[in-house]
């Protein structure tokens, strides 16, 4: 019988009517710390299983995710999400949920919640005009799960000493990627093609892409396996495309010198997807300034219709990757 792994990766265990629990798994982290998408993922998790249990006419959609990241979370730990209802409305609900370990507030969340109602748009600002001018690309996998458009490629991480949580899913990159570009564009889906991404795993998704900093970096005319054009590169030269690339220790030693931990991430929801949820997802995300010390991300997730899903903004720090491991002091 095939598992849901995703599903079951992205569950958490009730303790009381306010609190739930989760183990944090190293399948799922960077380094040392657990992956900051799993973490928004699991405090979307735990306001549905909450919101589960109240008596409303009409089902509760997420519409907005805020997290404030506070202190790394560590792996191999557990730790207990406490959710305290602010608000209970009729149109919009308002969650506020902490992840607590050993002790410690390691995240902050305000979850808002409402029924889906779809409404036109009364206007719409010139800018937003002009990215949709821009359209999604056409769904280049086919029923058979095969690329059908040379001009991008599916990759597959089976093995990352580093960042294990990239392994878990499979990235449809354009194959004309190239160095020192501020924005990358992908296709995601679950590495299992009996997984869906639902509602809850937008949030993960959303911190989950080729890292831009990556773009700007080179050795010996080699760009880093962490970027789309490494990416690319690396899985060209893969002959069995069911398994996929395989990172070595060396591939981290030497492109893993930075660490990229998430501070701020905000999401809106524009489009529910279904109840069984969606096999693939168009993610563009693009930085308006990156610095030796931080970034900021924009992000876009559209579905296969080309519709818009959700919009989002990270605000990102750049620090040595030794901040990833030891202590879990505030980041």
């Known amino acids: 019988m095939e598992t849901k792994k995703l599903r079951d990766a992205l569950s958490v265990k009730r303790l009381t009517s306010h609190t739930y629990e989760k183990y944090f798994e190293s399948a799922y982290a960077n380094g040392q710390a657990a992956h900051g998408g799993l973490i928004a993922a699991l405090f979307a998790e735990a306001a549905r299983v909450h919101l589960s249990e109240w008596d409303v006419s009409n089902p509760l959609t997420l519409q907005n995710l805020h997290v404030e990241y506070v202190r790394r979370v560590a792996i191999h730990r557990t730790g207990v999400f406490e959710v305290e209802e602010i608000q209970k409305g009729t149109l919009t609900s308002l969650l506020h949920i902490r992840l607590v370990q050993d002790g410690q507030v390691r995240a902050l969340c305000y979850a808002r919640y409402g029924p ?80 869906c991404l639902t509602n809850e795993c937008i949030p993960m998704i959303s911190d989950l892409w080729p890292q831009i900093p990556d773009n ?11 970027s789309a054009v490494g990416m690319v590169n690396r899985m060209v030269e893969v002959e069995d ?25 905000e999401l809106q929801l524009h489009k529910p997807l279904p109840a069984e949820g969606v096999r693939w997802l168009f993610q563009e995300a693009r930085t308006q300034q990156l610095t030796s010390k931080e970034m900021d991300i924009e992000l876009r997730i559209s579905d ?28």
């Open 304 to 331: 296969v219709e080309g519709d818009l899903v959700a919009i989002g903004q990270l605000s990102v720090l750049v620090v040595p990757k030794e901040r990833n491991g030891g202590r879990a002091e505030k980041i």
């Open 116 to 195: 889906w109602i779809k409404t036109p748009a009364i206007a719409l600002d010139p800018e937003i005009e002009r990215r949709r001018a821009e359209p999604v690309p056409r769904m280049v996998i086919d029923d058979e799960e095969s690329v059908q458009d040379e001009s991008w490629i599916r990759c597959r991480i089976s093995h990352d000493p580093y960042s294990r949580v990239r392994t878990h899913f499979d990235y449809i990159l354009p194959r004309d990627s190239r160095l020192g570009s501020t924005k990358v564009v992908e296709w995601i889906g679950p590495r299992f093609a009996h997984d």
């Open 241 to 265: 495309k069911t398994v996929g690339m395989m990172l070595t220790k060396e591939d981290a030693d030497t492109w893993v010198n930075a660490w990229y931990p998430t501070m701020t991430l």
């Open 216 to 226: 700007f970096k080179a050795e010996r005319g080699e760009p880093s396996p962490y």
